[in-house]
């Protein structure tokens, strides 16, 4: 692949026209990255038709619509009184004078809409179309002057999208991109690469639902592609593994430490827990480096494991290393293994970007000296300037989050190290193997003892209110609440619920409500945590969106409301619930679902409810996950994959696992490794 091409696969988005730094720290938040190459693997989820028509009479509720209107006056919204506002109605004619009223529900942009629609004026409206008392158009996608109206699509892709993210930015950037390509691709000599790229193409301009299915000529191309990329990187993997050069010498046990740390664990572990600890202990006595990833649901103890593990790693005078996705899981991690390493007279420390100046340089003394046994960390771990004495085992924790060459750059600063992977995210047992090909796999299947089951329910939007009195009454006994929405601020093209919506409406019923989101910069929104986490805090609620998914261990947290809960992916929302319950107390989850909840957002909720068992969950997501309905790939719950769907695809992992297998690695696997971000370390 040409450096050309290279970099401007790897350009910021910010440098995109008409991106900047704001909107690019968005896209990160949604696809995972904030490269070109990160929007190329962001594929849209669905084909929207926009047929256009001059009378709403022929139109059946629920259809997208274009359709040209008469604006006849304007009903500004106002407030009901306790948090609610009537919506803002600009009142219509289409062409055969019938009434259609277009409506909007935040008030904030009401200037904006009045002056966007002026009386008297025609416009080309595109939306969904509403049978209400009369026929309406709920915040409509598209509004231009009549002269303007070939800017509104006939069929427009849509994109999986997030907060502050419309779908006019995605097109926009999309066009931007594709417009620049071609030029990167002339003179490429890799057909492949150009048949490639070519797929991507059709795949970002859809022109229905049919190009974007599964069994689709450019969608089986992209997703065997992707499945060679990954099977490569595990067999090289699996090769660097078992290579006569990377035989290790054993450790000698110099310390006898973890018999003190049985002793001192305020608990007895699980029948489960202790099996994975044997799989663990036996594979570190190999002269092979250990590759395991240890499956466990939330709250399943994986963390007391992976300590296990580095006790015995430390028993040889060796180091771990263990990587977390976020400064705050990190500093919970650190939190809780600390008071243990203190009890035992291991040296634990935690390094994350945060640390600056001495004391970062005091850190970086003591674990490059070996004095420090075990640190907790983010990406800072394989910073270049962090060296280790002697470093024996890296643990990752969330696996999904970390991309194979991200964890081999970690491994890269020991000598062959042990690996050992943890996610609370269980991948379907009937396809462990083929996403984990290079990895052992332990299961940690039980919950610690006296811990009881989630009782969680639905409810619709509209009771609200009684909601809140239900909560007044479990906050009386001493409860504390998440309240987690999937947007940060009002959109008016998104009518879902907002997190700084909701804290006004909660400060008018609780004198203590907490707000967390993303665009909260990381030392407002960790003081925030930290103070709902105290338990002698006044905080009795915590609004936010799903930065709270993983990172904060609350006790004294009973109850989690999840709105809109129909827009998130099963797995997500299993991540979500699992904020509660982590004590002996009976906890709950309220699933609050909207107006326009499709049958399949209810089946999903019903299976939160019947169960709370991760795997089950997990071998339903994959039978009925329907990828246009999901925020993102990242929370779907499965490895990221971009462009396969594991109930479709099975005969491509089967395929693309022999080639892998008969194909020696050659330019055009690099290339995609390099794209797909598969890559491994071919020296380690």
């Not at 640190?375 to 470093?391: C, N, P």
């Not at 619920?497 to 407002?524: I, N, W």
Request: one cysteine or more; glycine letters at 8%; a positive charge.
């Amino acid at each position: 692949m040409k450096r050309e091409l290279i970099d401007f696969l790897n350009t910021d988005l910010q440098f995109i026209k008409g991106v900047g730094p704001v909107l690019a720290a968005r896209f990160e938040d949604v696809l995972g990255g904030r490269s070109v190459r990160d929007f190329l693997l962001h594929r849209p989820s669905y084909v929207r038709a926009r047929g256009i028509t001059d009378s709403v009479l022929a139109v059946t509720p629920g259809d997208t619509i274009t359709i040209p209107l008469l604006i006849k006056s304007h009903k500004p919204g106002g407030s009901f009184g306790r948090g609610r506002r009537r919506p803002t109605q600009i009142i219509c004619n289409d062409k055969l004078n019938n009434t259609v009223v277009i409506q909007f529900f935040n008030a904030n942009y009401l200037e904006y809409w009045l002056k966007k629609l002026p009386i008297g004026e025609w416009r080309m409206v595109s939306g969904k179309l509403e049978r209400a008392s009369r026929p309406t158009i709920n915040h409509p996608d598209f509004i231009e002057e009549m002269q303007n109206a070939a800017k509104i699509p006939a069929a427009q892709a849509i994109y999986p999208a997030g907060e502050g993210l419309t779908q006019k930015i995605f097109a926009n950037v999309r066009d931007q991109i594709f417009t620049i390509l071609p030029e990167k691709l002339r003179g490429e000599p890799t057909e492949r690469t150009r048949e490639f790229f070519d797929a991507l193409t059709h795949i970002h301009y859809p022109e229905s639902d049919a190009d974007l299915a599964p069994n689709a000529t450019y969608m089986v191309k992209l997703a065997y592609s992707e499945l060679f990329a990954h099977q490569s990187a595990i067999c090289i993997s699996r090769k660097n593994r078992t290579d006569e050069k990377n035989r290790r010498v054993v450790r000698p046990k110099k310390y006898n430490l973890l018999d003190n740390f049985w002793a001192n664990l305020p608990f007895e572990m699980t029948g489960a827990q202790k099996r994975t600890c044997d799989e663990i202990f036996a594979d570190m006595a190999r002269t092979t480096p250990m590759m395991r990833l240890v499956q466990g649901d939330v709250g399943s103890g994986k963390t007391i494991v992976a300590l296990a593990a580095a006790i015995k790693m430390a028993e040889s005078g060796a180091q771990t290393a263990l990587l977390a996705p976020t400064d705050t899981l990190a500093q919970q991690h650190f939190a809780k293994l600390k008071p243990l390493c203190d009890k035992i007279g291991i040296v634990c420390d935690v390094l994350t970007g945060r640390d600056k100046g001495t004391l970062r340089r005091e850190k970086l003394i003591s674990l490059r000296s070996g004095r420090t046994r075990i640190v907790v960390g983010t990406h800072a771990l394989f910073s270049t300037d962090v060296e280790y004495r002697d470093l024996g085992l890296v643990i990752v924790d969330e696996q999904h989050r970390f991309g194979v060459s991200q964890r081999e750059a970690l491994r890269a600063k020991g000598t062959n190290p042990d690996l050992l992977a943890l996610s609370a995210t269980p991948i379907p047992r009937t396809l462990s193997m083929t996403i984990y090909g290079d990895m052992d796999v332990s299961v940690i299947n039980e919950k610690p003892a006296g811990r009881l089951p989630i009782k969680t329910t639905k409810l619709p939007l509209a009771r609200v209110d009684a909601l809140v009195g239900r909560i007044a009454a479990q906050i009386a006994t001493g409860a504390k609440v998440f309240w987690v929405c999937p947007l940060v601020e009002d959109n008016p093209d998104n009518p879902a619920t907002a997190a700084e919506s909701r804290h006004e409406f909660l400060r008018q019923y609780f004198p203590t409500v907490g707000l967390c989101h993303g665009q909260m910069d990381k030392k407002s929104r960790d003081a925030v945590m930290a103070r709902f986490a105290d338990n002698d805090s006044d905080m009795q609620i915590l609004v936010a969106t799903t930065v709270i998914e993983v990172g904060i261990d609350v006790p004294r947290a009973t109850i989690i409301v999840i709105e809109n809960a129909e827009r998130f992916g099963l797995a997500a929302l299993h991540q979500l619930r699992g904020r509660v319950g982590r004590g002996n107390l009976q906890s709950y989850c309220v699933l609050v679902y909207g107006f326009s909840t499709t049958d399949d957002g209810l089946k999903r909720l019903d299976v939160l409810c019947d169960t709370d068992d991760g795997f089950v969950i997990a071998e339903q997501d994959l039978m009925m996950r329907g990828v246009g309905e999901l925020l993102g790939t990242r929370q779907s719950g499965w490895v990221q994959y971009h462009f396969v769907d594991y109930r479709e695809h099975h005969d491509l992992f089967k395929l693309a696992s022999r080639a892998a297998r008969e194909n020696a690695p050659d330019s055009w696997t690099d290339d995609l490794m390099f794209i797909f971000d598969r890559g491994v370390n071919l020296g380690a």
